[in-house]
């Protein structure tokens, strides 16, 4: 649109005042055609109530922004900053990261068929060493190329699923800013904001469960990609070298780097900065007298080769980094380093394991049941492992004060589930893991809760028993989430990969966590029905077909509620009637892609830009 002189009109300048206006209008309902025709991909053969909740979300708002439309509340300011740059940065490196890996997954793909094809035409005839090294060539190629797939084929699944919530989070804080910036918008933003907590839930639910398979699938692609080990120790009384060290600041963590020496007589640890900034004070040497080491657990945290360490000049435990797996081995054997707990009740369910569980939920329940994130925050590694030892100690197991100060209530949460976690088959048993899944994802919600009532009554007699305990308790803490904090949304997450797991660890069973969380969550929420006794096999409902319709499960909707009445006088009517005269037709498809997806948020900023623009005009037109 051609900007007005200034000697137009001030009929002229609300001429395009008005256009201005349609112009947005008809932006505004492009997009709003681009949200109804967008498309989810999901992976896996089930989607989760939370995730039906997201996949539908994008034609409420739609619906939402008609209704807007309709009603003239085009006042639009936070598009860029709320809408825009999420997106193109989920664009430029997330799908842009994928590409690259792709890339490189085709050109090692290419090089190593390249590469066997040569090989296969190679003669027998040619010397043993030879074809020798040919073989060892077309070995590392083919590694070269599975690690490449795994890293190409692991990008695609964390771009498809979390795109879920870093695509739909974005448009859903557009819409808030939207139905508030408006003083005309409040009976809607009334209306809209039980439909956006909701949503807002089935968006973290979903995110929680993201990160739980995340965690996962991370453990299975290192497991994948690395191959064992084997180091020769020699006894050293004194050993010096490079140690990184877990520091917390205000603003995160951050592993500084030192020159450390350990002299095993006087069990004296010294450490020598080796990072520190100009201009800042200088740091001396750190002499630390050493109490306990034990080797931490891969699976314990994100960095290898670490050990944890207690002194007496500091509080709590210090986790440190060695340069290798044969180097922390060194600096374990000269500190007389323990193992992470071995103990009876990892194996099997017994006497002493029960009474363990049954210690840690009174400590829990009498102390700190209403402690903020119960269970989410995870204790000292080294005062899990004495408190597991000590109680788990053959000469006299279960002699242990849970009264006593050493164990607070991380330590005694982060215990329990490192309990549940080791034991040789989960609570929920291998053998049902498969149908406790399928059962979560039925589009029955009755089936659903009857068949997972059904399964936990074929567990063994031990099993249930431990699981009503479990579950009970959970029920307890959830009772008190207005303090804690703790849904059973958000105990499924942590309890999910706790009492059930699959027998093979295989990138299809990670794809399962969320369902393991739902079952949990299950039941929590329905513990007294379950366990008020088995069901009768006559009410038990039969198994449904597989699925070739839609679920039956309606998810979440603002669109379709009984609207209030409201009137539209005659500035509105008359808004309508000119702008029908001023405003040009025609307009360009807005495809589903991401990149026409933002084009579709760019043309209402412009909108909005020329409003403000011909305001000014217009308002400068009156006063002169």
Known sequence: ??????????????????????????????????????????IGDTLTDDEINIAESFKEFAELLNEVENERMMMVHNASDLLIKPLEN???????????????????????????????HLSS??????????????????????????????????VQESKKFNIVEPVLAFLHSLFISNSLTVELTQDFLPYKQQLQLSLQN?????????????????????????????????????????????????????????????????????????????????????????????????????????????????????????????????????????????????????????????????????????YRTVGSNIQVQKLLNAFFDPKCPGDVDFNNSDWDIKTVTSSLKFYLRNLSEPVMTYRLHKELVSAAKSDNLDYRLGAIHSLVYKLPEKNREMLEILI?????????SKENLMTPSNMGVIFGPTLMRAQEDTVAAMMNIKFQNIVVEILIEHFVKIYSGPPEESTAPPVPPPRVTARRHKPITISKRLLRERTQGFTLSFLIVIGNKICRSGGTTIFFSITTFTRGTEIIKDALQMLERTFFILSSSLLS
């Open 1 to 42: 649109m051609r900007k007005p002189g200034k000697k137009k009109t001030a009929l002229l300048t609300i001429f395009f005042c008005f256009s201005s206006f349609l112009d947005y209008s008809s932006a505004v309902q492009k997009f709003s055609q681009t949200l109804q025709s967008f498309q989810f991909d999901f």
């Open 90 to 120: 989920f664009r430029k490196e997330q799908i842009g990261f994928t590409k690259e890996r792709k890339k490189k997954f085709e050109k090692d793909g290419e090089r190593f068929y390249s590469l066997l094809d040569r090989h296969l």
């Open 125 to 158: 005839k040619k010397k043993e060493s030879q074809l020798q090294e040919a073989d060892l060539q077309v070995d590392k190629e083919r590694h070269n190329f599975f690690e490449s797939s795994l890293d190409y084929v692991y990008q695609i699944q964390e």
């Open 206 to 374: 979903t995110r929680n469960h993201f990160s739980s398979t995340r965690e996962e699938m991370e453990e299975l692609k290192k497991r994948m990609k690395e191959a064992p080990q084997t180091c020769k120790l020699p006894g050293q009384p004194t050993i010096e070298g490079y140690l990184y060290t877990q520091e917390k600041w205000a603003l995160g963590i951050s592993w500084v780097k030192y020159y450390c020496q350990y002299e095993k007589e006087t069990k004296t640890l010294t450490m020598m900065p080796m990072e520190q900034k100009p201009g800042a004070k200088q740091q001396g040497p750190l002499d630390l007298t050493l109490k306990y080491c034990v080797r931490r657990k891969t699976e314990s945290i994100d960095k290898r080769f670490c050990f944890d360490i207690e002194t007496n000049e500091r509080p709590g435990t210090i986790t440190l980094q060695a340069l290798s797996e044969a180097n922390r081995r060194l600096w374990m054997e000269a500190m007389d380093g323990k193992e992470p707990v071995s103990y009876p009740g990892e194996t099997s369910l017994n006497e002493v394991g029960f009474k363990f569980v049954r210690k840690c939920i009174n400590v829990i329940e009498s102390k700190g049941i209403k402690t903020e994130g119960l």
């Open 472 to 480: 009970r308790h959970l029920v307890n803490v959830c009772e008190h």
